[in-house]
């Protein structure tokens, strides 16, 4: 007579054990990650409800954050005191221009890196990337005079062309690059292809989710650019709508209720990025950590 065999039944009980650890550790990280973002979203949530306060409301304790009543009018009000629509033109045309141009500049550079061989390459990227510790704020000033001395203040030049090269969009893309396999490439050059061909129907094609995630960044950051902006443009014709909306606080007194609903109207574009492209950037980043060498 065989004796039974216990590996199916202690095969089962691990894989129940197994699953109940799993279920514990999701339910333990939703019972921490719920309560962080709601205190994370509480910024914004204050942020919509200003905007339909009335304007002796903004700060009342306790504070209301179901405005009563709503006051539709604030939005269409900023639309109207301010020239939004310029500024809003050129936000989006700037933080469109730079982030074709960063794909275009960084996705070379970053070839170049990855796939060519040349004397002084690692020390060069090596001090390609030693630019990212040098605080933007620094290099502000000498862009100014370079700007002043081109005649270029005050221009769609001067928003767009610096902001055109990206030391951390080249490292992006380099660690993708790496870990797109070299045998595609070797099939290429037995076929002929130079690496101007390489790189356009090769290394581009297959980079897809980089390339997504690095135009994501590119246009929320420039989208969102304050001080830069400030600092090269001087008149409301060339303001992006970080600058203008900006006007709207004063030495002595802010419009509030203003302020906050052209905040939320800005908001809009850069959420619309987000949800349509969020599977290429969750994607990008995921893929761009795997090619360290």
């Avoid at 954050?65 to 109207?80: A, D, F, K, S, T």
């Avoid at 061989?117 to 990227?125: E, M």
């Avoid at 809009?268 to 492209?277: C, D, G, I, K, Y």
Wanted: glycine letters at 6%; one cysteine or more.
């Amino acid at each position: 007579m065989t004796e039974p065999d216990d590996t199916r039944g202690g095969g089962v009980h691990e894989l129940k054990s197994e699953k109940t650890r799993y279920t514990l550790t999701n339910w333990l990280l939703a019972l921490f990650l719920i309560p962080t973002a709601l205190v994370m979203l509480l910024p914004f949530i204050w942020m919509v409800s200003t905007s339909f306060k009335l304007a002796g409301a903004v700060f009342e304790y306790p504070p209301t954050w179901i405005p009563r009543p709503l006051v539709w009018q604030n939005y269409p009000q900023v639309v109207e005191i301010l020239p939004f629509a310029r500024f809003f033109f050129n936000s989006l045309f700037v933080a469109l221009s730079v982030t074709a141009l960063q794909l275009l500049t960084c996705s070379l550079a970053a070839y170049a890196f990855a796939r060519l061989r040349f004397p002084g390459r690692d020390a060069l990227f090596l001090g390609y990337l030693g630019t990212l510790m040098i605080p933007g704020q620094v290099v502000i000033i000498p862009n100014f005079i370079l700007l002043r001395t081109l005649g270029w203040i005050d221009t769609y030049q001067a928003l767009i062309l610096p902001a055109a090269f990206s030391a951390f969009g080249t490292f992006l893309l380099r660690q993708y690059f790496l870990t797109i396999p070299r045998e595609l490439e070797d099939a290429a050059v037995v076929d002929g292809a130079s690496y101007w061909q390489i790189y356009l129907r090769v290394i581009l094609p297959l980079s897809g989710p980089a390339l997504s995630a690095l135009a994501i960044f590119t246009f929320l950051g420039q989208w969102n650019s304050f001080l830069y902006p400030l600092v090269v443009t001087n008149s409301a014709q060339m303001s992006t709508l970080t600058v203008g909306l900006n006007t709207l606080q004063g030495q002595y007194n802010t419009a509030w209720t203003l302020l906050m609903a052209g905040s939320v109207i800005a908001l809009v574009p850069v959420l619309l990025v987000f949800v349509f492209a969020q599977r290429y950037f969750i994607k990008g980043i995921a893929m761009t950590g795997f090619g360290g060498r």
